[in-house]
């Protein structure tokens, strides 16, 4: 598949994933392949400081876009600041600020859960229908809130039956439905929990949410290196250590190798493999590194229906 053709399938593409699997480094990625295309890119973070703007060598994203490399913009969405916008659209400027300070938002979603989602969703769906970006990437909270999160419009729906917030609700689960607006792409490590969880959640977001699944991100794959089995002791001096080395990365690469098996038996997704970098602090040439791994495997999935 061509990776430009990749990136239009869906205007909004919502990454998530269990905490600590990379899938904010997945979405920088994403991002720089796309912006390498020509397209432009606003990515949307929710949970705020999830190191995604350090990657890029910037500083802590806010509401207002900032760029972060050419054809990359982000801002980061929160609750009061999503109720401030919404309330001065519906005529309502005097009194948001204050209804943020005296703590609606709490009061309100105690009163009515997913309250705070769908403000949020509710922000993203204006941001897609606005036409701001070619492609927006959401960068979602950790799978296990991903769900509730995705969720949080049916279950609004269901509990306030009529009103803006009924109709914000109802909009957003139309996005959500359309695969043409919004798909969701999960991230995984090839690890026994993190392979649980991320096929867990994608049968949780295809029966309770009704959302479009793209590919899964295999991310932090070691490289297959052969010889591992060769003796250590040519090398003189360090053998042992050599010896042990070479088993670890031996036992590293079979444990991998078989959670991605089990992966494509129990989850009939498409897999794209990402490496390995063997750092903890991502810098932008990392970035690089993995958006033209990304693009690679995307070239080697299967061209969509009609599409040659």
């Known amino acids: 598949m061509d990776p430009r053709t990749f990136c239009a399938q869906s205007r909004l593409v919502v990454?998530?994933?269990?905490?600590?699997?990379?899938?904010?480094?997945?979405?920088?990625?994403?991002?720089?392949m796309a912006a390498d295309l020509g397209l432009s890119v606003?990515?949307?973070?929710?949970?705020?400081?999830?190191?995604?703007?350090?990657?890029?060598?910037?500083?802590?994203?806010?509401y207002d876009e900032r760029e972060l490399a050419p054809g990359i913009r982000a801002r980061s969405l929160t609750p009061d600041i999503a109720l401030v916008e919404y309330l001065e659209e519906h005529g309502l400027r005097r009194i948001s600020k204050r209804l943020v300070k005296a703590g609606l938002v709490e009061v309100v979603s105690t009163a009515a859960p997913g309250i705070k989602d769908i403000l949020i969703l509710g922000k993203v769906k204006q941001l897609e229908?606005?036409?701001?970006?070619?492609?927006?990437?959401?960068?979602?909270?950790?799978?296990?809130?991903?769900?509730?999160?995705?969720m949080s419009a049916r279950g609004l729906k269901d509990i306030v039956?009529?009103?803006?917030?009924?109709?914000?609700?109802?909009?957003?689960?139309?996005m959500l439905n359309d695969p043409s607006r919004c798909r969701v792409v999960l991230v995984t490590l090839a690890e026994e929990t993190p392979v649980n969880e991320v096929v867990?959640?994608?049968f949780a977001l295809e029966d309770r949410v009704g959302v479009d699944l793209g590919p899964v991100v295999v991310n932090g794959l070691y490289p297959v290196l052969e010889g591992l089995d060769a003796d250590p002791a040519a090398a003189g001096a360090g053998a042992s250590t050599l010896a042990e080395a070479a088993d670890f990365r031996a036992r590293r690469q079979e444990l991998q190798q078989a959670q991605v098996a089990r992966l494509a038996a129990a989850l009939p997704l498409p897999q794209l493999h990402l490496?390995?970098?063997?750092?903890?602090?991502?810098?932008?040439?990392?970035?690089?590194v993995l958006a033209a791994a990304l693009a690679t495997a995307i070239e080697g999935l299967p061209a969509p229906a009609g599409v040659r």
């Open 15 to 32: 990454v998530a994933g269990k905490g600590g699997v990379g899938k904010t480094t997945v979405t920088a990625a994403m991002a720089r």
């Open 129 to 150: 229908r606005g036409g701001v970006a070619d492609l927006i990437l959401l960068d979602a909270p950790a799978a296990g809130h991903a769900v509730s999160f995705l």
């Open 200 to 202: 867990e959640t994608a």
């Open 275 to 288: 490496p390995s970098l063997f750092t903890v602090d991502l810098t932008p040439s990392h970035i690089d």
């Open 161 to 174: 039956r009529g009103g803006p917030l009924h109709g914000q609700a109802d909009d957003v689960l139309q």
């Open 42 to 62: 606003l990515i949307v973070e929710v949970e705020g400081k999830t190191g995604l703007a350090a990657a890029f060598g910037a500083e802590d994203l806010e």
